[in-house]
């Protein structure tokens, strides 16, 4: 914490404070946070970069028996065994926390006392007989190489054409939704190939594994994308993608989507406490619907050494490295952590995602505040003005949620009524004359 050393009078402050909605003049502390876990459908990946280099960790979702577990992803380079890596679940979880949004409370001290201001501020190969080969062959399909990495089967394949890759995936157990041979399709035109993956059931015994860990490959390609078109075709509705990049320069954001900034540092019903969850999502459901879900939303760009307020720690240099941070030395300072958040689906993203990186650092985080009333007599003439301005202030907060998430403002108003926060605190001479 930063201390600014600065005694500000009662007067003073007061102007600060409600003149200026972004001036802080009471450390806040973090007290909830809107991770993946509030996104049903939501898929993970870390995706680290610098210069033509990437690592990228893909967490799933999937739910059921493993032997129906199976991935085809588009890479954009052939794929050594030393390339492919199985991570723990754990280390995608802590970054999830460490960026997600979050909501902070402040107290109001007693307006008619001076106060100090602070700011916070190699394994066995999996084995593809000849026979395999040679049907794949007839198929204009190439088994480029095929590994068995930790409890997982990966095969890499490149393909003449869409309708031969989707007869031998067919034939070899892969089920393929309609509509995915036309998008297979544009991937081989550009000559992409596929790391197609699927549980082995055998090792994922003698691992002692019950659950699905994450996957990671690292390759070496000036393409710096994401493809999530192969995805599209078998949802039943939009999808979520919570995306974590790791970089060196600054902040990351798409080229063929706009990239907008998540509203940030409003302050909220205190109500909102016990909800954040439901606010959280009600309010990016209403961002996407004003975006027409054609837009990639930021939810948090820092340094990856410190943060304020923390939802969780920084990552240590140790877990960074195991997300493939392959330039970290003995610190975490020269890393940047973006944290990009979509809803898509195949009408309204058609493309896959294309980035850049920026040379931007500053600073932002989905934050949301909780402003708890001085509940003293407060016995001064700032104090009155100070109740005066709190009934603005609560009337504001209600206007301003109703605004973020397309609540009802009457119900809002119910809720805040039911809990006391409409009212201001009542003043000593106010109950002196009701005693009379």
């Not at 065994?81 to 995608?92: A, F, G, L, S």
């Not at 062959?137 to 393909?159: F, K, Q």
């Not at 059931?201 to 003698?206: F, G, P, T, V, W």
């Not at 990186?357 to 700032?382: I, M, W």
């Amino acid at each position: 914490m930063k201390r600014l050393l600065i005694v500000w009078g009662a007067a003073l402050l007061l102007a600060l404070t409600f003149l200026h909605p972004g001036v802080r003049a009471f450390c806040g502390f973090y007290v909830a946070k809107a991770d993946a876990r509030l996104f049903n459908r939501a898929s993970q990946v870390v995706l680290v970069r610098s210069d033509d280099k990437t690592v990228l960790t893909m967490a799933n979702d999937f739910k059921g028996d493993p032997k129906e577990f199976a991935v085809v992803i588009p890479v954009p380079t052939f794929l050594e065994r030393d390339q492919i890596h199985v991570t723990e679940m754990k280390y995608v979880e802590h970054l999830d926390a460490f960026t997600a949004p979050r909501l902070v409370e402040y107290f109001d001290e007693d307006p008619c006392r001076p106060v100090v201001a602070y700011e916070m501020a190699l394994p066995a190969t999996a084995s593809v007989d000849s026979a395999q080969r040679q049907r794949a062959n007839s198929l204009g399909v190439t088994i480029e190489a095929s590994y068995t990495v930790g409890e997982y089967d990966i095969v890499i394949l490149s393909a003449k054409e869409s309708s031969g890759l989707t007869t031998w995936l067919t034939e070899n157990g892969y089920k393929l939704p309609p509509g995915a041979t036309q998008v297979l399709g544009s991937y081989i035109k550009q000559n992409l190939r596929f790391f197609v993956a699927r549980v082995n059931l055998e090792e994922q015994s003698k691992l002692g594994f019950s659950y699905l860990r994450p996957l990671q490959i690292a390759y070496e390609s000036p393409k710096f994308m994401l493809p999530i078109r192969l995805g599209t075709v078998n949802a039943d509705g939009p999808q979520d993608l919570l995306l974590y990049a790791l970089t060196r320069k600054g902040r990351i954001e798409t080229t063929n989507y706009r990239t907008v900034k998540l509203p940030t540092g409003m302050d909220l019903p205190l109500f909102v406490k016990s909800e954040f969850g439901d606010f959280y999502k009600a309010m990016f459901d209403e961002q996407v619907r004003r975006e027409n879900m054609k837009s990639v939303f930021l939810e948090y760009a820092w340094d990856m050494g410190w943060c304020d307020p923390c939802a969780a720690d920084p990552l240590s240099p140790e877990e960074l490295r195991e997300l493939g941070v392959f330039w970290l030395q003995d610190n975490a300072q020269d890393v940047f952590v973006t944290r990009l958040h979509v809803r898509y689906d195949g009408e309204h993203f058609p493309e896959d995602l294309v980035f850049q990186e920026t040379s931007d650092r500053e600073n932002f985080q989905g934050r949301y505040v909780l402003r708890h009333p001085y509940k003293g007599e407060a016995r001064c003439e700032a104090g009155e003005r100070y109740r005066s301005a709190l009934r603005v202030r609560q009337d504001r907060e209600a206007q301003t949620l109703a605004s973020l998430t397309g609540w009802d403002i009457a119900e809002i108003r119910g809720k805040m009524d039911l809990q006391g926060e409409d009212k201001a605190p009542e003043s000593w001479w106010q109950r002196l004359w009701k005693k009379k």
